[in-house]
Every structure is written in C-alpha cells, then in structure tokens.
C-alpha cells in the first residue's frame, strides 16, 4: 500500500511540473524558430553600388553615398561600403560575410 501511495505522489508531482513547465518550453522552441533574413551590398562603383534585399528587391544607393565627402587619400570602396553597411546596421541588420565586391548581412526575426 505504501509503495503504491509514493508512485501515486512521484506521478502526481511530475504531472505538476510537466503542467508549470510546459509554457516555458514552448516559448523556447517558439524563440529558435526564427527566421534569418540577408541582404548584399554590391559595390559596382559609387554611382552603380546597390543593395539586393530579401525578396529581391533591389536599391540603387548612389546618390544616398553621394551625401558623404569622401577624404582624399580614403579609398573610394572602402569608404563607401562602410557607409552603406554602418545604414543597414541602423536598420538592424549585422555583418555575416564578404566578398572582394560584396558584403552580406543578416537579421533575425
């Protein structure tokens, strides 16, 4: 009788944890469920540099770098990626990799 009295409590407490537990579980397997987005800077000049967003669409930005003088002795590319990926950092996006003529980004939503 006492045996089955101590199953009878070790079920009924699990029983109760699985209950209080169980929201918490969900809610992490909800958290990795993310999805990750990318997007690309291709560089093709100041004039031609352009972002490639998720779904394709496609941003001319020239005249956006144009905005930002350029020191003399900077490099051009250099320069003007750095601008284009500190803008995108603004938007939430993060350095995932690169190219000699691309830098990719992502996000997670």
């Not at 029983?15 to 579980?25: D, E, I, M, R, S």
């Not at 992490?28 to 031609?48: F, R």
């Amino acid at each position: 009788m006492n045996a089955r009295r101590n199953k009878l409590i070790v079920v009924t407490v699990c029983f109760v944890l699985a209950v209080l537990f169980w929201p918490h579980l969900s809610a992490q397997v909800q958290e990795t469920a993310l999805v990750t987005e990318y997007v690309t800077i291709h560089w093709d000049g100041s004039e031609n540099t352009h972002i490639i967003r998720p779904g394709g669409k496609v941003e001319f930005i020239g005249k956006e770098l144009r905005k930002f003088k350029r020191p003399g002795n900077c490099d051009e590319r250099a320069f003007y990626m750095n601008v284009a990926m500190n803008g995108l950092v603004k938007e939430g996006w993060e350095f995932s990799g690169m190219t000699p003529d691309e830098i990719v980004m992502r996000r997670r939503r």
